[in-house]
């Protein structure tokens, strides 16, 4: 195999295992099921990944390296954005990736998976969340004085996890409320509201 072909394979046997592992749980997903999901023989997942315990972990880096690097990426296309401009853009990025922000979710909330042995490989994003950096640098270049490690990984905690919060609450079909009768739940008004809490955040620093 070509080493496009076995990084494809190994991308749809990622793909395939966060899906199950949403859907069914740690226990309940089998290798044999992530295979065949991912139309790949079980010797594949075998080769790819030693463990479901590792398959798992795997699963949880890759969305968040994906998730980092394009932020990054956002980041590095627009040096100059103001930071509710960003959160804004965050906010819809999860939206449109909602599927798989709610399925991650769901692995991390599971009590399954997570050995003492295996740790999630933070990178270089001291600051949490993944793009975490990121949204440190649009700070640091917004605000003109110096702020404390302590108070960006505040600020940064205070920005990404209400966006987040919002784009999952927001991608369920229970919130997809009439505007005439739920007033405040508009993509407008939403999108004022992460604006309203970054000035909030920015001025505190």
Do not use: Y
């Given at each position: 195999?070509?080493?496009?072909?076995?990084?494809?394979t190994k991308e749809k046997i990622l793909h395939a295992a966060r899906t199950l592992?949403?859907?069914?749980?740690?226990?309940g997903a089998s290798i044999r099921?992530?295979?065949?999901?991912?139309d790949v023989n079980i010797a594949?997942?075998?080769y790819h990944f030693?463990?479901?315990?590792l398959l798992f972990m795997q699963v949880i880096e890759w969305v968040f390296s994906d998730t980092t690097n394009k932020i990054r990426a956002r980041r590095a296309e627009n040096p100059q954005e103001k930071v509710e401009d960003l959160a804004v853009w965050l906010f819809n990025f999860f939206l449109e990736s909602s599927d798989i922000l709610r399925s991650v979710f769901k692995m991390m909330l599971s009590e399954k998976g997570w050995g003492e042995d295996i740790e999630c490989d933070k990178g270089d994003e001291?600051?949490?969340?993944?793009?975490?950096?990121?949204?440190a640098e649009a700070i640091s270049n917004e605000v003109n004085h110096?702020?404390?490690?302590?108070?960006?990984f505040w600020a940064v905690k205070m920005i990404f996890c209400p966006v987040v919060h919002m784009a999952l609450m927001y991608s369920n079909h229970f919130c997809n409320l009439p505007e005439d009768k739920f007033p405040y739940h508009d993509?407008?008004?939403l999108e004022a509201d992460i604006r309203r809490l970054v000035r909030v955040v920015l001025k505190d620093l």
């Open positions: 195999m070509t080493d496009a072909q076995i990084h494809e592992f949403a859907i069914k749980g740690f226990d099921e992530i295979a065949a999901e991912a594949a997942v075998n030693t463990s479901k315990e001291k600051f949490g969340p993944p793009g975490g950096m990121a949204i110096t702020i404390s490690e302590a108070d960006m993509r407008k008004t």
